[in-house]
């Protein structure tokens, strides 16, 4: 498999862990560092592994958490980096979503995630 395709495929991955509330998963899912960030829709950033992966077990425990669907995933390669671009709807409302993955044991893992609500118009 490219590089390319591993990198959707680690973007798919995060976001099945999500769907199926899977709290082993979304931390396997990201880098080991301790500098990841991420970003929920109005939330302020998260600037720590600790921070980061906390955040995910509260969203993921939260019974009332609506399922994400995911589509239009691209991938811009940066050599040992990969940044994903993807549009996710959850609980209705349309988001775009930022995923930064670096190559890490030979596999993608995020670094960065930010997700926010974007217009259901072009301008």
Same mark, same amino acid.
Request: charged share 20%; proline share 3%; with cysteine.
């Given at each position: 498999m =490219?590089? @390319?395709?591993?990198a959707l495929?680690?973007?798919?991955?995060?976001?099945?862990?999500?769907?199926? %509330?899977d !709290? @082993?998963e979304? =931390?396997a @899912?990201?880098?080991r560092? =301790?500098? $990841? !960030?991420?970003?929920?829709?109005?939330?302020?950033? #998260?600037?720590?592994?600790?921070?980061v992966?906390?955040s995910?077990?509260? &969203?993921?425990n939260?019974? @009332?958490?609506a399922? &994400? *669907?995911?589509?239009?995933?691209?991938? !811009?390669l #940066?050599?040992? *980096?990969a940044? $994903?671009?993807?549009?996710e709807?959850?609980g209705?409302?349309p #988001?775009?979503? !930022?995923? #930064?993955? *670096?190559r890490? =044991?030979?596999a993608? %893992?995020l $670094?960065?995630?930010q997700?926010g609500p *974007?217009?259901?118009?072009?301008?």
């Amino acid at each position: 498999m =490219d590089d @390319a395709n591993s990198a959707l495929e680690a973007n798919e991955f995060f976001y099945r862990a999500f769907n199926q %509330k899977d !709290t @082993a998963e979304m =931390d396997a @899912a990201w880098s080991r560092r =301790d500098d $990841v !960030t991420c970003i929920h829709p109005g939330w302020n950033l #998260l600037a720590s592994r600790e921070e980061v992966i906390s955040s995910w077990n509260a &969203i993921l425990n939260n019974p @009332a958490q609506a399922r &994400i *669907v995911v589509g239009g995933a691209g991938v !811009t390669l #940066l050599g040992d *980096v990969a940044l $994903v671009l993807c549009r996710e709807l959850a609980g209705g409302m349309p #988001l775009l979503a !930022t995923n #930064l993955f *670096v190559r890490e =044991d030979a596999a993608w %893992k995020l $670094v960065h995630h930010q997700s926010g609500p *974007v217009s259901m118009r072009n301008s």
